[in-house]
């Protein structure tokens, strides 16, 4: 005679709605006196749930996604007449406080053994677990693939499913090469390597797209705090930087300028652009220099197209210009800065961020740049690691001015020295190119004579 026993969460510790991360069997399927029926993920552990008892699986009551505490129902399970009259699997001699549910590794995984026959088990018993030897929380794995249909559940160890989720992938897409088409690890690291080279570019989702949502932390446990809304162009900005920042492979080149010459002739030109109503700072001149900098370099002038197969060249110099404001970040964007006098620039620059500040910027100010820059001179530090403003493939940061002591005719003099920090996109920008391309800016604010050339 077989019975149908539930199978309820046992006491998890200080665990409550912990959400399932995978759900191991399904329904028909054989299952041994601890074998693991789920796998849950609070944001500091993993642990898998055995089965208290072997049988069939009538019903699994419980999916990805769901959360469950102490007591909740997991699963239905058709046990036999011999294996209900069985004692739940006596705890061998262990030291206190070890789990009654492993944790997730695979020496401590529980291992399936017959159900003694005995006593009836006491299937709704929950059995405590100790929280303190819970594994830490391994990333969530990848999920949505679409263009292999996935099998209903895959065959791996604990090792291999760990396997897996660090390195993003769905093991039910994976085909396994071990007996009864067992997943191995090798078969994990075959099926990564073919993904790579089918190209992530074209958008595979893999290791690193999908991460773990923030824990939620109650940080007024440790004592008090405001909360203050994000401002609507911070969260805009913030989904824009976060998409650069993960999609874009960054590398930073940093070098310096020795602008002394050009500060001299700043200072000379300072009471001309005044009487014409502008105030010359150091950044319409770094513009300049990059426009001349960007037509001798053009893929730094540029963007990948949505292939991701083809480098689009602008012929047109547009330069997006960072500016701080109390609400946030926004790039205006000085068009055609190749073709316009360093008054104009500086007049434009004074325009955009003057209605940037008072949000009076128009959406077509803020449109078609094909270069930025990010300057943080007026504000102070040295160098520092911008971030590519997508779909541009470039971004030059500027700091603050120094006085320094440079080696010149066997002595040291004084000069004045501008640090750049160059950040690409390195699919489509080699480091030697990024070193000739600040050189040559340097070399370009060294001597201004040089932008006439
Ligand atoms: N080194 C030393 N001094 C500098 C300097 C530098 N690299 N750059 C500017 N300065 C000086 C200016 O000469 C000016 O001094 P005076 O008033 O004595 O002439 C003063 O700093 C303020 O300049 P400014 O900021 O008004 O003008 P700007 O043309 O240099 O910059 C703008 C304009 C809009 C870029 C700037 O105001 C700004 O918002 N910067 C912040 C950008 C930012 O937040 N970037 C970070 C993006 S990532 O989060």
């Excluded at 997006?320 to 316009?340: F, H, M, Q, S, W």
Aim: glycine share 6%.
């Amino acid at each position: 005679m077989a019975s149908q026993q539930k199978v309820l969460l046992p006491d998890i510790g200080d665990f409550a709605d912990v959400d399932v991360a995978e759900v191991l069997v399904a329904k028909g399927q054989r299952v041994e006196a601890e074998q693991s029926l789920i796998v849950l993920e609070t944001d500091k552990a993993s642990m898998e749930i055995p089965s208290p008892f072997a049988g069939t699986v009538v019903e699994m009551k419980v999916s990805v996604g769901d959360k469950v505490s102490e007591g909740t129902l997991i699963a239905i399970i058709e046990v036999e007449e011999a294996a209900t009259a069985a004692s739940p699997p006596e705890p061998a001699a262990k030291p206190a406080g070890e789990p009654a549910v492993a944790p997730r590794t695979e020496a401590a995984a529980p291992k399936p053994r017959p159900v003694p026959e005995t006593h009836k088990p006491p299937a709704e018993t929950p059995r405590p677990v100790d929280p303190a030897l819970l594994v830490p929380r391994e990333p969530a794995a990848a999920r949505a693939e679409d263009e292999i249909q996935p099998a209903p559940l895959a065959h791996a160890s604990p090792s291999v499913r760990r396997l897996a989720r660090e390195m993003g992938v769905d093991l039910r897409l994976v085909p396994g090469t071990g007996p009864k088409a067992r997943i191995t690890p090798d078969d994990v690291r075959r099926y990564v390597k073919s993904m790579i080279e089918k190209g992530t570019a074209a958008g595979v989702p893999i290791a690193g797209v999908s991460v773990a949502a923030p824990p939620q932390i109650d940080f007024a446990a440790f004592g008090p705090t405001d909360t203050v809304p994000l401002h609507r162009i911070r969260k805009l900005s913030a989904a824009n930087l976060h998409r650069s920042w993960v999609t874009i492979p960054h590398v930073t080149q940093h070098d310096e300028g020795d602008i002394t010459d050009l500060d001299e002739f700043r200072k000379q030109m300072r009471p001309e652009a005044e009487s014409r109503g502008v105030k010359l700072t150091f950044l319409p001149f770094v513009i300049k220099a990059c426009t001349y900098a960007l037509k001798e370099y053009p893929q730094f002038n540029a963007s990948l197209d949505h292939t991701g197969e083809n480098l689009i060249l602008k012929r047109y110099f547009f330069v997006g210009v960072a500016v701080d404001t109390e609400n946030g970040l926004v790039v205006p964007v000085v068009r055609d800065a190749d073709r316009k006098g360093l008054y104009e620039i500086a007049g434009e620059l004074a325009d955009v961020s003057a209605r940037a500040r008072g949000r009076k910027l128009t959406p077509g100010d803020l449109r078609g740049a094909s270069f930025s820059i990010s300057s943080l001179g007026g504000i102070g530090g040295t160098f520092f690691t911008p971030i590519v403003n997508h779909p541009e493939v470039a971004i030059l940061g500027v700091g603050k001015m120094s006085w320094r002591p440079v080696h010149s005719d066997g002595a040291f003099v004084p000069r004045l020295i501008l640090p750049l920090s160059l950040s690409y996109d390195h699919r489509v920008i080699d480091g030697a190119d990024a070193a000739r391309f600040t050189t040559r800016l340097s070399e370009l604010l060294s001597d201004l004579r040089r932008l006439i050339l």
